[in-house]
């Protein structure tokens, strides 16, 4: 970096002007820390930047063994990524301590986000719960691709009754940010409420993770 000026050095910049007067690219480039011959941190941190889209959100998705592919990102730097990426992802849900008992559809939101966000693929989760909405425990259902997962209502509620659950929740998320139900989701949600009611465990919600936030079946009156 030796074309740099040194107050114009990514890290210079963060203590002189603080951590807002410095980029995205300036950033990770100080994650990254050195760069390789030839290529400093920066133009590394811009060119990983590039193949995801410049989107922050994609790196999160991005496994170590997935960083390392990347031309220039070694075994050192793909951990000093995820670390730092796991690290915001803790500071994004650290203030926010579970409840004991499902009162909205944020409460679960919050609940399963920590599970289901940055995932680059689909999981599923049901939420045990007893007559008062106390959380009696969370199961992964499964784990699907990037854009389908299978939630069997039959299994659902084995699980359910297995862990003497007098009521349920579930979740899962959409890689792909959009937040829209599929008419897969609205079919399956339907299946779940009737179950439910037949054998008295009523499904309180379903909700959808995404980047962007969530959506509850409760709250847009789909259950």
């Given at each position: 970096m030796s074309e740099w000026h040194e107050d114009d050095l990514?890290?210079?910049?963060?203590?002189?002007?603080?951590?807002?007067?410095?980029?995205?690219?300036?950033?990770?480039?100080?994650?990254?820390?050195?760069?390789?011959?030839g290529e400093n941190a920066v133009s590394l941190a811009n060119r990983v930047m590039m193949l995801c889209n410049r989107n922050l959100a994609d790196i999160g998705k991005l496994s170590v063994s997935e960083l390392m592919g990347i031309k220039g990102i070694g075994k050192a730097k793909a951990l000093a990524i995820a670390?730092?990426?796991?690290?915001?992802?803790?500071?994004?849900?650290?203030?926010?301590?579970?409840?004991?008992?499902?009162?909205?559809?944020?409460?679960?939101?919050?609940?399963?986000?920590?599970?289901?966000d940055d995932l680059p693929h689909e999981e599923s989760y049901v939420v045990f719960m007893n007559r008062k909405n106390k959380v009696l425990g969370i199961k992964r259902l499964s784990v699907g691709g990037s854009d389908a997962t299978i939630m069997d209502a039959n299994v659902v509620y084995r699980c359910a009754i297995e862990g003497k659950a007098k009521a349920i929740a579930v979740g899962h998320n959409h890689p792909s940010g959009s937040l829209r139900p599929s008419q897969a989701d609205i079919d399956l949600t339907k299946r779940l409420k009737a179950y439910g009611e037949t054998i008295g465990i009523p499904l309180i919600d379903h909700v959808i993770v995404a980047d962007s936030g969530y959506y509850s079946f409760l709250d847009e009156g789909l259950i």
């Amino acid at each position: 970096m030796s074309e740099w000026h040194e107050d114009d050095l990514p890290g210079n910049k963060l203590l002189l002007n603080g951590r807002s007067y410095v980029t995205d690219v300036e950033l990770l480039s100080i994650i990254i820390g050195t760069g390789t011959k030839g290529e400093n941190a920066v133009s590394l941190a811009n060119r990983v930047m590039m193949l995801c889209n410049r989107n922050l959100a994609d790196i999160g998705k991005l496994s170590v063994s997935e960083l390392m592919g990347i031309k220039g990102i070694g075994k050192a730097k793909a951990l000093a990524i995820a670390a730092a990426v796991e690290l915001g992802r803790r500071k994004h849900y650290g203030d926010y301590t579970p409840k004991e008992e499902v009162r909205s559809s944020r409460d679960l939101y919050m609940l399963l986000a920590p599970k289901l966000d940055d995932l680059p693929h689909e999981e599923s989760y049901v939420v045990f719960m007893n007559r008062k909405n106390k959380v009696l425990g969370i199961k992964r259902l499964s784990v699907g691709g990037s854009d389908a997962t299978i939630m069997d209502a039959n299994v659902v509620y084995r699980c359910a009754i297995e862990g003497k659950a007098k009521a349920i929740a579930v979740g899962h998320n959409h890689p792909s940010g959009s937040l829209r139900p599929s008419q897969a989701d609205i079919d399956l949600t339907k299946r779940l409420k009737a179950y439910g009611e037949t054998i008295g465990i009523p499904l309180i919600d379903h909700v959808i993770v995404a980047d962007s936030g969530y959506y509850s079946f409760l709250d847009e009156g789909l259950i």
